[in-house]
């Protein structure tokens, strides 16, 4: 993973200039002095000259250190590596919490992982939902510790060219990986029969197996069994859970798949028998289940 290196700035007035809040008082500043001395990587700050020829000299505090540019996914999804590290992310945030001292920042995602971001500044920079920005931080020991003495870099199109960027190395990455998983899979599944998935369910069970599947009957909606799918395995009956991560091509009634799938035990089959409004078991029997993982339509 190859990461840039960002050089972020902590100090009053630096960062509202950064967000582009430009607000009058900054212009008066920005009008009126110039930087003379210091370096961003010395402490003790630099120092401003008034550009009217007085020698007063006004010392502004910096801290700086070196950030790693981590795409927000990858810091989600890999906490532990970064714990401890100074970062830099970029992100969309998606609700801004104002306690007046402080300020918390949730950045979700839920499309490619169950998490979030959070931030805490102590900024009075306003932040609404929906803002594109770039914080720095140092990653916390957990993950809902969040960044912690998190500040606010920039915000606007810049984090969101960087995201995109930094979205598309990812989503590179993950179909490479998926790719690579599907081929592990389908390698490793054993040609099973009926009668062994029948026999033998709990030997067969959460186990990679491959089946060549007639589907019957779609979307049964539980009322014969709580399937998705039934079939015929070599003729017989059978149930069929769709469990591939991207249910498609959709299946229907009449297709022949290879399924590349486990073995899901025993499934109960209920006989109804109706009288009047209600229906009632009447009887019922065991059939294999197969859960689909990756499947080839015939």
Known sequence: MDFGIST????????????????????NLDDNIEMVSGSPGEKGGDSLEK???????????????????????NL?????????????VSFKTSYVYDYGDRTRIDSEYYNEISEKLSVETKESEKISDGDWIT?????????????????IEQTGKKP???????????????????EKKENNFRKSAKEVSYEALMRYPD???????????????????????????????????????????VKEPKLAKGDTIT?????????????????????KTV?????????IKYMDLQ
């Open 8 to 27: 972020c700035f902590l100090g009053g007035g630096v960062i509202g200039a950064a967000l582009g809040e430009d607000s009058e008082n900054n212009k």
């Open 51 to 73: 550009t009217d020829g007085s020698s007063e000299k006004e010392d502004v505090s910096r801290e700086t250190a070196d950030y790693k540019n981590v795409f927000v996914l």
């Open 76 to 88: 989600l999804e890999e906490w532990e590596k970064y714990s401890g590290d100074n970062v830099s």
């Open 135 to 151: 914080v720095c931080g140092i990653v916390g020991k957990e993950e809902y510790d969040g960044l912690e003495n998190a500040f």
């Open 160 to 178: 969101k060219k960087e995201y995109e960027s930094g979205k598309s190395k990812y989503d590179k990455k993950k179909k490479k990986e998926a």
């Open 203 to 245: 030997t067969y069970k959460n186990k990679k197996i491959k089946v060549v599947v007639n589907i019957t009957e779609v979307e049964p909606n539980g009322i014969i069994f709580p399937g998705d799918m039934q079939g015929t395995l070599e003729g017989k009956e059978a149930a069929i859970y769709d469990d591939r991560e």
């Open 259 to 279: 399924i590349y799938g486990k073995g899901n035990g025993l499934t109960t089959v209920k006989i109804k028998q109706k009288s009047g409004i209600f229906s």
């Open 283 to 291: 009887d019922k029997y065991s059939i294999p289940g197969i859960s």
